[in-house]
């Protein structure tokens, strides 16, 4: 890994994972970039989304909701090319719904490094499995979850720059299992820059469940769709330690919440 970049593995997926909509799961807490032998990075966050209108199905009705949440996430590499990504979040919207949500496990391999003359491509697979910590109420009026088991596969490649710019495509499928089976496809493109003492990023993603049907209530489980854009910041404060700025956005969609995201965070690299 580039030495500019000091801790870009836990950024990247702790940025992206703590810009999840309430009522689906996405890519996935899997950056681009390896941990390395030895090494754990542990980011720890807060987040609010809001949003004014909810999508059911295609027709947008105003619906009012705030959700807050907590959370953490580790990855730690076992080699250069073998991580394990674990994921941990606390949501809460009101004395009802609140709780431990749908924590991950996820397994992380490159299959492929290749060095070029101005950078290095990154050809990364991951599998994992996302389910319910916790016995949270999902059949209220604004649940914090669906208390669904969801498998994910991922496979992306990244390019890096010598000069700090990087180039993401990921895309993968998900099972999630809930009465019925709801796969779904997902796709991520992110760009940013890196340097020595900051890192910025903008990213777009669409997330399509196949054969959706129609919510009849906020979180109601039919499957989501959405197309979604964001960006984030980071700044290191002292050795090993940095702190990151993010939000997001979803633009259209189906059986989702027209939500603004805002989140910040701690990032500490160990080993």
């Not at 779904?184 to 997330?207: D, Q």
Request: proline share 4%; aromatic share 16%; net charge neutral.
């Amino acid at each position: 890994m580039n030495s500019s970049f000091p801790l870009f593995p836990a950024f990247c997926f702790f940025v992206f994972f703590s810009t999840l909509p309430l009522s689906a799961s996405a890519q996935g807490p899997i950056s681009g970039f390896m941990a390395g032998r030895g090494i754990t990075d542990i980011a720890l966050g807060y987040s609010t989304e809001s949003f004014n209108s909810y999508l059911f199905g295609n027709e947008k009705r105003d619906s009012r909701l705030t959700t807050e949440s907590a959370n953490l996430f580790i990855e730690h590499g076992f080699t250069d090319t073998l991580a394990l990504v674990v994921n941990i979040p606390y949501l809460w919207i009101d004395e009802e719904n609140r709780g431990l949500q749908d924590g991950g496990f996820y397994l992380k391999y490159r299959n492929q490094h290749k060095q070029y003359t101005s950078g290095y491509l990154n050809l990364i697979t991951s599998i994992g499995l996302s389910f319910p910590l916790s016995g949270y109420p999902k059949d209220s009026e604004t649940p914090i979850g669906l208390r669904a088991i969801n498998f994910q596969s991922r496979f992306q490649g990244q390019y890096v720059s010598d000069f700090g710019l990087f180039f993401q495509l990921q895309s993968g499928v998900d099972f999630q299992f809930l009465q019925e089976l709801l796969p779904a496809v997902p796709v991520l493109f992110r760009t940013g820059f890196g340097a020595r003492h900051y890192f910025v990023e903008a990213w777009i993603e669409s997330y399509n469940t196949l054969n959706s049907g129609v919510d009849t209530r906020i979180s109601g489980g039919s499957g989501a769709q959405w197309l979604r854009i964001g960006g984030s910041l980071y700044l290191p404060v002292v050795e090993r330690l940095g702190i990151v700025l993010g939000s997001s956005r979803i633009l259209s969609g189906r059986n989702i919440g027209l939500s603004t995201r805002w989140n910040v965070g701690v990032v500490y690299r160990k080993g």
